[in-house]
């Protein structure tokens, strides 16, 4: 198991949505095993195949139930509201309120190929939701109102300056 660099806001392989898995094989296991290797160091509870630049739909997680992986996820049916102070790993040390469905009925498979049925809520409702929204090429600042961006957009310029080797490519909102 190897930790993989996390990809940032500004990362092209953010925004793109990823393609259907067709074959759950060994590699996607060692993929899931990066995946949450990645995750655990960063202290992290979810994880997208995006945020280490790969173009697949599946993320993993550690909360709950977990940990697991969802491979395809789709959500089925969601209900009721829930505001949360969500963060990112690839949107490093800021985070915003953001409402969403406070509970989900999401479906997919897992490693095994077996089709997986998860109803949760609050928190990993929320986790599945930030997850699905990485492999659609959504991030958390997508979902906050007009002001919201450009103070977001501005926060974020200014921590890229302070960043001490240039940002290494880092491109803003
Ligand atoms: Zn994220």
């Not at 979902?143 to 240039?166: C, F, I, V």
Request: net charge negative.
């Amino acid at each position: 198991m190897a930790p993989h660099e996390i990809r940032l806001i500004g990362d092209p392989v953010l925004r793109k949505r990823t393609t259907e898995v067709t074959d759950v094989t060994g590699a996607l296991a060692r993929l899931a095993d990066d995946m949450f290797a990645t995750m655990h160091e960063a202290l992290g509870i979810g994880l997208a195949a995006p945020q280490i630049g790969v173009q697949k739909r599946l993320f993993v997680y550690d909360h709950g139930d977990g940990p697991g992986v969802v491979i395809n996820p789709r959500i089925e049916e969601s209900d009721g509201e829930w505001v949360f102070e969500e963060g990112c790993l690839s949107v490093p040390g800021l985070s915003w309120e953001i409402t969403r469905p406070k509970r989900i009925h999401m479906v997919g498979i897992d490693l095994d190929g077996n089709d997986v049925s998860l109803e949760v809520d609050e928190l990993e409702a929320r986790l599945f939701q930030h997850e699905l929204d990485h492999l659609d090429g959504i991030l958390l600042v997508d979902h906050l109102d007009d002001d919201q961006q450009r103070a977001a957009r501005k926060t974020l310029r200014e921590m890229t300056l302070e960043r001490p080797t240039g940002g290494g490519g880092l491109r803003l909102l």
